[in-house]
């Protein structure tokens, strides 16, 4: 059904249930594309600049993988769109009405991801162990809220899989997130 959605572009499926929608909705749906264009924007500008660093680096000879300040400089912007890409994502995901507005786990692995990035750039030499085992304790913090929410959304599941089984009715296949 993914795949339908897909081929009829993501406007399809808001233009088919606009009239339907209450005026919140529609907001939310319109706030949710200009988002999801201006994050796009975002993307290709950071995309380009990203392209024209590593190109700058590649015709000075200064690109050494083995130098940590370019290899966390390139590392960290390679991080910086993929935050970006996965959170236009999420918003994708709104547009398409699959989920609602707001997608706390999403929240949750877009924090996580952040958290990679800043422990890739972040200069050790200069960080206290402080600040360190701080960011370490936010990144276990949220890793261990993740992990409950998908603990309680596999149980969710099993017990309406268990319902269904109870009632004689065949479980959907693809329902595990």
Same mark, same amino acid.
Request: aromatic fraction near 8%.
């Given at each position: 059904?993914?795949?339908?959605?897909?081929?009829?572009?993501?406007?399809?499926?808001?233009?088919?249930?606009?009239?339907?929608?209450?005026?919140?909705?529609?907001?939310?749906?319109?706030?949710?594309?200009?988002?999801?264009?201006?994050?796009?924007?975002?993307?290709?500008?950071?995309?380009?600049?990203?392209?024209?660093?590593?190109?700058?680096?590649?015709?000075?000879?200064?690109?050494?993988?083995?130098?940590?300040?370019?290899?966390?400089?390139?590392?960290?912007?390679?991080?910086?769109?993929?935050?970006?890409?996965?959170?236009?994502?999420?918003?994708?995901?709104?547009?398409?009405?699959?989920?609602?507005?707001?997608?706390?786990?999403?929240?949750?692995?877009?924090?996580?991801?952040?958290?990679?990035?800043?422990?890739?750039?972040?200069?050790?030499?200069?960080?206290?162990?402080? /600040? *360190?085992? #701080?960011? !370490?304790? =936010?990144?276990?913090?949220? &890793? +261990?809220?993740?992990?409950?929410? %998908?603990?309680?959304?596999?149980? /969710? *599941?099993? #017990?309406? !899989?268990? =319902?269904?089984?109870?009632? &004689? +009715?065949?479980?959907?296949?693809? %329902?595990?997130?």
């Amino acid at each position: 059904m993914k795949r339908e959605k897909g081929r009829q572009g993501i406007f399809a499926e808001t233009r088919e249930h606009w009239p339907l929608m209450t005026f919140y909705e529609r907001f939310e749906q319109t706030v949710a594309i200009i988002l999801s264009f201006a994050i796009a924007v975002v993307v290709v500008v950071a995309l380009w600049e990203l392209l024209l660093r590593i190109g700058i680096l590649l015709l000075s000879g200064s690109l050494d993988p083995l130098d940590h300040r370019i290899f966390q400089g390139v590392f960290g912007m390679i991080m910086t769109l993929l935050i970006a890409m996965e959170f236009k994502h999420s918003i994708i995901r709104v547009i398409e009405r699959d989920e609602s507005i707001i997608q706390v786990k999403t929240v949750i692995l877009i924090a996580i991801l952040a958290l990679a990035r800043k422990f890739i750039i972040i200069d050790t030499s200069t960080t206290g162990a402080d /600040k *360190l085992a #701080a960011l !370490a304790a =936010i990144v276990l913090a949220l &890793g +261990v809220v993740y992990w409950l929410m %998908r603990e309680s959304d596999t149980r /969710k *599941l099993l #017990a309406e !899989a268990q =319902i269904e089984e109870n009632a &004689g +009715v065949p479980p959907e296949e693809d %329902r595990r997130p």
